[in-house]
Nanobody, 116 residues
Framework: QVQLVESGGGLVQAGGSLRLSCVATGSIFSINTLGWYRQAPGKQRELVAVFPNIGSPNYSDSVKGRFTISRDNAKTVYLQMNSLKPEDTAVYYC???????????WGQGTQVTVSS
């Protein structure tokens, strides 16, 4: 099992910055993919940025050049969000795919609100 806990959301004006953090616990060495999704009101959950098992991070086109995902060890991942826009307002979820059977875990979510 992998458990995820996010922190760092909040209210910010357009053009501002926020940094989200996610700490994974449990079977962290079985993690294949680790990253961030978001869900805005009335919309489907969408990928923001993830570290795949192999290779460079993947970003949504809507955040490329503004958001940066980073990882400082096997269990902690960050999302630095710059030049925030009102359309970035959403609940942001930490996500992990893990184990040989590709199980998925989600954090509880953290609200990011960008005012215009």
């Amino acid at each position: 099992q992998v458990q995820l806990v996010e922190s760092g959301g909040g209210l910010v004006q357009a053009g501002g910055s926020l940094r989200l953090s996610c700490v994974a616990t449990g079977s962290i060495f079985s993690i294949n993919t680790l990253g961030w999704y978001r869900q805005a009101p009335g919309k489907q959950r969408e990928l923001v940025a993830v570290f795949p098992n192999i290779g460079s991070p993947n970003y949504s086109d809507s955040v490329k050049g503004r958001f940066t995902i980073s990882r400082d060890n096997a269990k902690t991942v960050y999302l630095q969000m710059n030049s925030l826009k009102p359309e970035d307002t959403a609940v942001y979820y930490c996500y992990a795919n893990w184990g040989r059977w590709n199980d998925n875990s989600w954090g509880q979510g953290t609200q990011v609100t960008v005012s215009s």
